[in-house]
């Protein structure tokens, strides 16, 4: 089982700063099937990214996601008050069977 | 506009079954492929399992083997799972989660359709 360890746990920033998280996978994920979700309270998860660097539908273009092999950061230029939320990482290269990060929560500083 | 609808918050005693289900409408169940993903009050999101088209049989993971069955009702296009030997430790809300077509044609197995989450609460 691919095991993927996100970081920070906890990130601090203000409104307009940029956000950079980590996703390192414990082995390479397969066509760089990696996908990132938005959650906030009370909600059902939101896809962000898929296949490591796609935006999905709807989704602006101040997320971006990058990386390869065991190693993918979502980028999220400038803050909005929206985006405070928690973040996973998800790999689904050995689909269908797929593993979540543990998550990294963005508060507001 | 594709939409999953689960079913109602559910309180259940340690050592019983539940089974939470998950209507899809805006496609056929056929056209997806339904996962489903739990997550425990204040933890992370953990995948349960899922229906593989490339063998046309459902995988679990390995946590849950021999403890979870998902099964689907193409005629009314309805997913369900159900999980036994309910434990205090699988109290969660249960989602299920699968990739549109768009996203599926693309190779791709990432959720952008979620259900709204189904509570369950184990409880003595």
């Known amino acids: 089982e691919i095991v993927l360890t996100q970081s920070p746990g906890t990130l601090s920033l203000s409104p307009g700063e940029r956000a950079t998280l980590s996703c390192r996978a414990s082995q390479s994920v397969s066509s760089s099937y990696l996908a990132w979700y938005q959650q906030k309270p009370g909600q059902a998860p939101r896809l962000l990214i898929y296949g490591a660097s796609s935006r999905a539908t709807g989704i602006p273009d101040r997320f971006s996601g990058s990386g390869s092999g065991t190693d993918f950061t979502l980028t999220i230029s400038r803050l909005e008050p929206e985006d405070f939320a928690v973040y996973y990482c998800?790999?689904?290269?050995?689909?269908?069977?797929?593993?979540f990060g543990q998550g990294t929560k963005v508060e507001i500083k | 506009q594709v939409q999953l609808v689960q079913s109602g918050a559910e309180v259940k005693k340690p050592g019983a079954s539940v089974k939470v289900s998950c209507k899809v409408s805006g496609y056929t169940l056929t056209e997806l492929s339904m996962h489903w993903v739990r997550q425990a009050p204040g933890k992370g999101l953990e995948w349960m399992g899922g229906?593989?088209?490339?063998?046309?049989?459902?995988i679990y993971a390995q946590k849950f083997q021999g403890r979870v069955t998902m099964t689907e009702d193409t005629s009314t296009d309805t997913a369900y799972m159900e999980l036994s030997s309910l434990r205090s430790e699988d109290t969660a809300v249960y989602y299920c989660?699968?990739?549109?077509?768009?996203?599926?044609?693309?190779?791709?197995?990432?959720?952008?359709?979620w259900g709204q989450g189904t509570m369950v609460t184990v409880s003595s």
């Open positions: 989660a699968t990739a549109s077509i768009p996203i599926a044609a693309a190779g791709n197995d990432a959720f952008d359709i």
């Open positions: 998800q790999q689904y290269g050995s689909s269908p069977r797929q593993t």
């Open positions: 229906f593989d088209p490339e063998d046309g049989e459902t």
